[in-house]
C-alpha cells in the first residue's frame, strides 16, 4: 500500500450514524493530519495528531494513531448532511514542517 | 480567524504560456508550501520554501517551476511554459514554526486549466 492509504475508498451512511474511516502509512512520522475537502474546493484541516498520542478528540471528531502499526482512524459521530465530502489522512516526515504525504481519500456521502 | 487566500481561483491559459499563481499565506507563518491536485487524483507536494529558499521539492517541481517570496506577504508559484498536464487544483499552505503548531492551513487553491 501508498504511504498514507485510506480506507474505505467510499463510505455511504444514513445521517445520525457514526462513520469510521481508517488510514496506513509506511514512514516514521512527526504527525498525522486530517483534512476534508469539499468537491472541488480547498482543503480543511480538522486534526493533528502527534506520534506520541494515541487519541485526540475535536468535537464530533475522534482521531487515533497506533504507531507500531502505522494506522490511523478517523471517527465522525452522530454524522450530519453537511459532513458529506472526501477526507484525507496526511503524514509528514520525522522532523516536523515537513511535506505531506497524502492518501487517496475517502468518500463520505451522508444520506439524509 | 487568520487564512490562507489565493489568487485567481480560476485561470485559462495557452500551452506554452507563462502564469504566476499567487497566495498570501497566514501572517506570522514561516514555513511555506504548494502542492496541486490533478482531477480526481491525490494532493501531491511540489515545494515548500522558508528563510527565503526553497527547503524542499518534489520530482514534479522541475525548472519550468519557481517559487518567490517578493515581500513580506505574498508567496508565488511561477510556470514558465504551461504544459497540457500542469492543469490541476494548485493549493498553497502555511504553518508556524516547528516550535509550535506544525498544522499546514491550506488556500482554496487556483483551478489552473492549460489548454
Known amino acids: 500500500s501508498q504511504q498514507g492509504e485510506e480506507d474505505p475508498q467510499a463510505l455511504s451512511i444514513q445521517e445520525g450514524e457514526n462513520a469510521t474511516m481508517n488510514c496506513s502509512y509506511k514512514?516514521?512520522?512527526?504527525?498525522l493530519q486530517w483534512y476534508r475537502q469539499n468537491s472541488g474546493r480547498g482543503l480543511v484541516h480538522l486534526i493533528l495528531i502527534r506520534s506520541n498520542e494515541r487519541e485526540k478528540h475535536s468535537g464530533r471528531l475522534r482521531v487515533t494513531l497506533d504507531t507500531s502499526k502505522k494506522s490511523s482512524s478517523l471517527l465522525i459521530t452522530a454524522s450530519r448532511a453537511a459532513d458529506t465530502a472526501s477526507y484525507f489522512c496526511a503524514t509528514d516526515g520525522n522532523f516536523g514542517n515537513e511535506k505531506l504525504t497524502f492518501g487517496t481519500g475517502t468518500r463520505l456521502t451522508i444520506i439524509p | 480567524e487568520p487564512e490562507v487566500t489565493q489568487t485567481p481561483s480560476h485561470q485559462v491559459t495557452q500551452m506554452g504560456q507563462e502564469v504566476i499563481l499567487r497566495c498570501v499565506p497566514i501572517s506570522n507563518h514561516l514555513y511555506f508550501y504548494w502542492y496541486r491536485q490533478i482531477l480526481g487524483q491525490k494532493v501531491e507536494f511540489l515545494v515548500s520554501f522558508y528563510n527565503n529558499e526553497i527547503s524542499e521539492k518534489s520530482e514534479i517541481f522541475d525548472d519550468q517551476f519557481s517559487v518567490e517570496r517578493p515581500d513580506g506577504s505574498n508567496f508565488t508559484l511561477k510556470i514558465r511554459s504551461t504544459k497540457l498536464e500542469d492543469s490541476a487544483m494548485y493549493f498553497c499552505a502555511s504553518s508556524e514554526t516547528g516550535l509550535g503548531d506544525e498544522t499546514q492551513y491550506f488556500g482554496p487553491g487556483t483551478r489552473l486549466l492549460v489548454l
Open positions: 514512514t516514521s512520522i512527526n504527525n
